[in-house]
C-alpha cells in the first residue's frame, strides 16, 4: 500500500505570494491532518480535513486555509506569505476506525520563503 | 490546555548504551500517548503508543509505559545503534486526531 504522498517537496516563495500545497493520503483513509514544523515553534497542528470537511483548527492566522477533495486528497494554501512561513509542512492521514488515532505522516513539503 | 514537556537534546551515546528520553504531559481529558521518530530528511513515523495507564508501548528494542500517576512516558531502550540516530517526538491526542507534540530530542549515537 503506498504511503502518504506530498507535492512538491521543495518550493521557493518571496514575500506577498500565495502557495498551495498538496497531500494524497493513504488509499481508504479519509482524515488528513496538517501540521507546520519549524526550529522555533516546533510541531504545530493546522487543521484536520475528514470527508471533506474541516473538523478541527489549529491556531493560525486565516491566511493558512486548507480543502478536501471527495477523493481524500487535500491541499492547503497560504496566501500573503510571510518570511516566518518558511517551514515543513507535513501532512497525515488516519484510518477511518484507528482506534488509537493512529497517524501516517508524508515526507513533507519544505517551503522557503524569501 | 494540553502540552507536552520533553527532555532537551541532544543526547550522544555510545552505541550499546541505554537509552531514557523523558516525557510529561499535562491534559485535559484522558490522552493517548505517542512517540514518533523522525530520521533526516524524512517525515515522522510512529514509534510507539498506549491509550490508558500503566499500558507500556514497544517496538524495535523501544519501550515506553504510560503512568498516569507521574504524567509521564518516558521513552527507554536498552542498547541503542548508530542507526538509531535521530529526533524523538512525544505527543499526545485528546480524542480525534489533532496531535500535541513536544519539543523532540536529538539522539546521536556514536560507533
Known amino acids: 500500500k503506498a504511503g502518504v504522498t506530498q507535492t512538491p517537496r521543495y518550493l521557493i516563495k518571496t514575500r506577498g505570494q500565495q502557495v498551495t500545497l498538496s497531500c494524497s493520503p493513504i488509499s481508504g483513509h479519509r482524515s488528513v491532518s496538517w501540521y507546520q514544523q519549524t526550529p522555533g515553534q516546533g510541531l504545530q497542528f493546522l487543521f484536520e480535513y475528514f470527508s471533506e470537511t474541516q473538523r478541527n483548527k489549529g491556531n493560525f492566522p486565516g491566511r493558512f486555509s486548507g480543502r478536501q477533495f471527495s477523493n481524500s486528497r487535500s491541499e492547503m494554501n497560504v496566501s500573503t506569505l510571510e518570511l516566518g512561513d518558511s517551514a515543513l509542512y507535513l501532512c497525515a492521514s488516519s484510518p477511518p476506525q484507528g482506534p488509537y488515532n493512529e497517524q501516517f505522516f508524508g515526507p513533507g513539503t519544505r517551503l522557503t520563503v524569501l | 490546555g494540553n502540552s507536552v514537556t520533553q527532555m532537551e537534546g541532544p543526547v550522544t551515546l555510545s552505541e550499546e548504551a541505554f537509552l531514557t528520553i523523558n516525557c510529561t504531559y499535562t491534559?485535559?481529558?484522558?490522552?493517548?500517548l505517542f512517540w514518533y521518530v523522525q530520521y533526516p530528511g524524512e517525515g515522522l513515523q510512529l514509534l510507539l503508543k498506549a491509550t490508558k495507564a500503566d499500558d507500556k508501548g514497544s517496538n524495535k528494542g523501544f519501550e515506553a509505559t504510560y503512568r498516569k500517576e507521574t504524567t509521564s512516558f518516558h521513552l527507554e531502550k536498552g542498547s541503542v545503534q548508530v542507526s538509531d540516530s535521530a529526533v524523538y517526538f512525544c505527543?499526545?491526542?485528546?480524542?480525534?486526531?489533532?496531535?500535541?507534540f513536544g519539543a523532540g530530542t536529538i539522539l546521536r549515537v556514536k560507533s
Open positions: 491534559a485535559t481529558g484522558y490522552p493517548s
Open positions: 505527543a499526545l491526542s485528546v480524542g480525534g486526531n489533532k496531535l500535541v
